[in-house]
């Protein structure tokens, strides 16, 4: 069974910055793209960037030049640096997994780790 253990929330200020980290845990083959994502109250779960097993970055455009993820294949474990935080990145933030086992594409989520923006 895959895990994913989550770490990094937190209350930060306005402009500040935090990082988030996930390790993943379990029998996978093959790791398609790990990312993260988050939902505001009231709002839908949204992409926030995402790293393929080859490397590919993908950002959603709200975060580009403040967000920088990065990622451990030989630890399986991803992170997501956030710089210049503002009130509208507040959100739980998700750690998400894509990956390959006994031929199946399967998907996993984490927990959720609660990220505050406030002065």
């Known amino acids: 069974q895959v895990q994913l253990v989550e770490s990094g929330g937190g209350l930060v200020q306005p402009g500040g910055s935090l990082r988030l980290s996930c390790a993943a845990s379990?029998?996978?083959?093959?790791?398609?793209?790990m990312g993260w994502y988050r939902q505001a109250p009231g709002k839908e779960r949204e992409l926030v960037a995402s790293?393929?097993?080859?490397?590919?970055?993908n950002y959603a455009d709200s975060v580009k030049g403040r967000f920088t993820i990065s990622r451990n294949k030989a630890k399986k474990t991803v992170s997501l640096q956030m710089n210049s935080l503002k009130p509208e990145d507040t959100a739980v933030y998700y750690c998400?997994?894509?990956?390959?086992?006994?031929?199946?594409?399967?998907?996993?989520w984490g927990q959720g780790t609660l990220v505050t923006v406030s002065s």
């Open positions: 998400n997994l894509k990956y390959w086992y006994s031929g199946s594409y399967l998907e996993v």
């Open positions: 379990g029998s996978i083959f093959s790791i398609n793209a």
């Open positions: 790293i393929t097993g080859g490397g590919s970055t």
